[in-house]
C-alpha cells in the first residue's frame, strides 16, 4: 500500500497562479505520453508515486491523451482510486478538450456541446466529481469566442471545474478571451503553452499579456519532446520517443543541426553543475510570469531528474548570451 513521502512539501517550490489565490509546484507532471493504455501501468503508478514524494501536486491530462485516446484518464482514475484517495484535496488536477475525440461534428473544436459533453466524459474516466483546472485545448476558428468562453464560464459555475485555462492561444486572442471571461466574472486562471529553447514565440507578446491580465504561465514540451536532454547526443535511442511508433517526435526532426546545439548546450549545463535538461527546465523558469514546467517521464529517474533543477534556477547574463548564440547557430567554445 502507497504511504506518500512525509516530507514531501520540503523542497518543492511553489509559485502563485498569476493573480490568483492558487499556487502551483514548479514542476509538474504531464500525463500526455507514457500513461496510455498501450503504457505500463506499473511504470505509470510508481511515476506518480515518486511525483507526489518530491511534491508535485499538479498532475495534467487532456480528454484524448493516450493511446489510446482517453486511456491516459483512465490510468489516472486507477492510481487515484488505489493510492489517493485519501490525497485528492492536495492535487491539482487538469484536463481538456479541443481535439477530436470523437466522430462527428461534436467531437471536436469548441463548441458548447462539445466541451461541456468531452469533460463528462473525462469526469467519468477519472472517477472524479470535478477537475481543478479545465483548459479549452485549442483555438477553434469556427465559434464564436463568446460560445467558447461562456461554455467554460458555465463549467466553472456548474461545480465540475474549480478553475478554467486556455492553450495554444496566440497572444491577441488571449486577451480577447480574458476580457470576455472577466465580464461573465470567471477568470482565467492560466496558459498552457508550449516553450522550449527551440520554440521560443510566447517571449514576442504573450507573457505581456498575462502578466497585464493577471494569468498564470505553464509550458508543456519544455524539453523539445526530449530533444533538450542527454538522450539524443548521439542519435536515436532504441527505446526514444523518436524510435516509437505512436510518438511525437519523428526522427527526421532529430537532426544533425540540432544534436550539435544540444551538445554544446550540454557542455555549458556541465558548467552549472546541471543535467542539459535541468538547465533547460530553469532557463523556462527563469521568467517571473512562468508559473510552472510541465514535463513527461518515461521512468521514475526522470522525474528526480527534473526536480534536481530547482536549486540553480538563475542565471548570469553571459550565460543567457551565451545561449542565445549557441541557439543561433554560432558555435561556442566553452572551457573545460
Known amino acids: 500500500m502507497y504511504s506518500p513521502n512525509f516530507e514531501r512539501y520540503n523542497s518543492m517550490k511553489f509559485n502563485r497562479c498569476g493573480s490568483s ?26 511515476m506518480m508515486h515518486r511525483a507526489f514524494d518530491v511534491g508535485i501536486t499538479h498532475f495534467d491530462l487532456a480528454n484524448n491523451y493516450g493511446p489510446d485516446p482517453g486511456s491516459a484518464e483512465e490510468t489516472l482514475g486507477k492510481i487515484l482510486r488505489k493510492d489517493f484517495s485519501q490525497h485528492r484535496d492536495e492535487l491539482i488536477i487538469s484536463s481538456k478538450a479541443g481535439y477530436l475525440m470523437w466522430p462527428g ?9 462539445y466541451l461541456i459533453a468531452s469533460l463528462n466524459q473525462s469526469l467519468k474516466r477519472m472517477g472524479l466529481e470535478y477537475v481543478d483546472i479545465f483548459y479549452h485545448h485549442r483555438p477553434d476558428p469556427d465559434t464564436s469566442l463568446e460560445e467558447t468562453m461562456q461554455a467554460l464560464d458555465h463549467i466553472v459555475r456548474s461545480g465540475k471545474a474549480l478553475y478554467i485555462g486556455i492553450s495554444n492561444y496566440p497572444a491577441p486572442l488571449t486577451l480577447r478571451a480574458s476580457k470576455i471571461l472577466n465580464e461573465l466574472g470567471t477568470p482565467c486562471l492560466i496558459h498552457q503553452a508550449k516553450y ?11 507573457l505581456t499579456v498575462l502578466k497585464k491580465e493577471g494569468i498564470g504561465c505553464i509550458a508543456f ?13 548521439y542519435g536515436i535511442p532504441s527505446d526514444s520517443r523518436a524510435a516509437k511508433p505512436h510518438g511525437f517526435l519523428k526522427v527526421e526532426e532529430v537532426t544533425d543541426e540540432k544534436i550539435s546545439i544540444v551538445q554544446q548546450l550540454n557542455n ?11 538547465m533547460a527546465l530553469s532557463w523556462v523558469l527563469r521568467h517571473k510570469e512562468m508559473t510552472s ?9 526522470q522525474i528526480d531528474d527534473a526536480v534536481g533543477a530547482l536549486p540553480n534556477l538563475q542565471f548570469t547574463i553571459e550565460e543567457l548570451k551565451t545561449i542565445d548564440a549557441i541557439l543561433a547557430g554560432k558555435n561556442i567554445k566553452h572551457n573545460a
Open 196 to 206: 522550449s529553447m527551440f520554440n521560443r514565440w510566447v517571449e514576442e507578446d504573450l
Open 21 to 46: 489565490g492558487i499556487k502551483l509546484p514548479a514542476i509538474s507532471l504531464g500525463l500526455w505520453h507514457n500513461f496510455g493504455s498501450v503504457d505500463s501501468f506499473a511504470n505509470a503508478r510508481a
Open 293 to 301: 514546467v510541465l514535463i513527461g517521464a518515461s521512468r521514475v529517474a
Open 221 to 233: 514540451s519544455p524539453l523539445a519532446q526530449g530533444l533538450l536532454t542527454d538522450r539524443y547526443l
Open 105 to 113: 461534428p461534436y467531437g471536436d473544436w469548441g463548441s458548447r456541446k
Open 268 to 278: 555549458l549545463a556541465r558548467q552549472r553543475n546541471q543535467t542539459m535538461a535541468q
